[in-house]
């Protein structure tokens, strides 16, 4: 059974930092694309970065660009968000997906892809 497991968020003030983690189980995760998505109260989902099976590239959304750097270790099983300069607006639930589409204009996923439950970060200002 896939599961997909996000942890690190919390609360950060305006400027802060926080990293985000991924580990999942009973997917083949190396081969697999790997995404970040988020959705704030009242929005839409919103892919925001994500990263190739080989990790040799990554993109990202503008809004995110340059403050957020995703990573991944296919030999743990891991993927990372490195969040700096947060600010208010990046409050959300951010959700690992397994298995997405990787495009550096669109991060598309179907019904193959996998979601973790959502770890939540709240900043503030």
């Known amino acids: 059974q896939a599961q997909v497991m996000e942890s690190g968020g919390g609360l950060v003030q305006a400027g802060g930092s926080l990293r985000l983690s991924c580990t999942t189980s009973?997917?083949?995760?190396?081969?697999?694309?790997m995404a970040w998505f988020r959705q704030a109260p009242g929005t839409e989902r919103e892919g925001i970065a994500c990263?190739?099976?080989?990790?040799?590239?990554?993109f990202y959304v503008d809004s995110v660009k340059g403050r957020f750097a995703m990573s991944r270790d296919n030999y743990q099983n891991t993927l990372s968000l490195q969040m700096n300069n947060l600010q208010p607006e990046d409050t959300a639930m951010y959700y690992c997906?397994?298995?997405?589409?990787?495009?550096?204009?669109?991060?598309?996923?179907?019904?193959?892809?996998?979601w973790g439950q959502g770890t939540q970060v709240t900043v503030s200002s």
């Open positions: 990263i190739y099976a080989s990790g040799v590239r990554s």
């Open positions: 997906v397994a298995n997405v589409e990787c495009y550096p204009q669109r991060i598309g996923v179907n019904q193959y892809s996998h």
């Open positions: 009973g997917v083949p995760f190396a081969a697999y694309n």
